[in-house]
């Protein structure tokens, strides 16, 4: 005896999901959490906090910036100290959601150690004498908007770290093998 999908439905109580609409509902909101960074805010957590070094100036910082759905001016202060210009000592603020981003990055490959980074922000001087002297720095940098940054996660392999990222398809993607690092954006997804 065949069932319709009509009959099926019928069979529950009003007001309550089916088997299969609770399973599509499960696989959605997993689908959802998995591949947006935007997405963290829907992480079930009270805190959120990242850890940096960064390698030209050898400072680090531990810092808690969202906390029970409120971002805080505290660890964003610190973490935008961290991540400034070190040519120039400018600090810019750092998009919340590249800082999601990252957040949600470290979890996908389990890590809890600090992300080591080679460039956050970066000043439109910094920007232009750096594209003087390489063909690869672009015009118009996410850099300059504080909304990317160059990093690597020690004991992560970086082809893990660069896919983790893909996966996530919340912005861009460079993978610098060579030079050890990827850079991630929250700009349009692509990559390079």
């Known amino acids: 005896m065949t069932k319709s999908k009509d009959a099926d439905r019928r069979s529950v109580p009003q007001g309550m999901l089916g088997r299969r609409d609770f399973l599509c509902l499960g696989a959605a909101t997993a689908a959802a ?9 829907t992480i079930p957590a009270t805190e959120r906090q990242l850890r940096f070094r960064n390698l030209h100036t ?4 531990t810092a808690v910036y969202w906390s ?6 505290d660890g964003m202060q610190e973490i935008n100290s961290v991540l400034r210009d070190h040519r120039t000592d400018e600090v810019h ?11 949600v990055l470290q979890r996908s490959v389990g890590s809890q150690k600090s992300y080591e980074v080679i460039s956050g922000y970066r000043s439109p001087a910094t ?6 002297k390489s063909s690869g720095v672009a015009k118009r940098s996410y850099h300059m908007q504080g909304k990317a940054i160059d990093i690597r996660l020690p ?6 770290l660069q896919q983790a990222a893909l996966e996530l398809k919340a912005g861009g993607v460079g993978y610098y093998p060579k030079s050890g690092f990827i850079h991630v954006d929250v700009g349009p997804a692509r990559s390079w």
Do not use: H, Q, W
Request: with cysteine; hydrophobic share 40%.
């Open 93 to 103: 603020p750092m998009d919340n959601d590249l800082l999601n981003f990252l957040y």
């Open 58 to 61: 050898g400072e680090a910082t």
């Open 127 to 132: 920007n232009e004498s750096l594209r003087n």
């Open 155 to 160: 004991g992560c392999d970086l082809k893990k």
């Open 33 to 41: 959490l998995v591949m947006s960074p935007v997405a963290a805010k």
């Open 68 to 73: 029970d759905g409120i971002y805080l001016p």
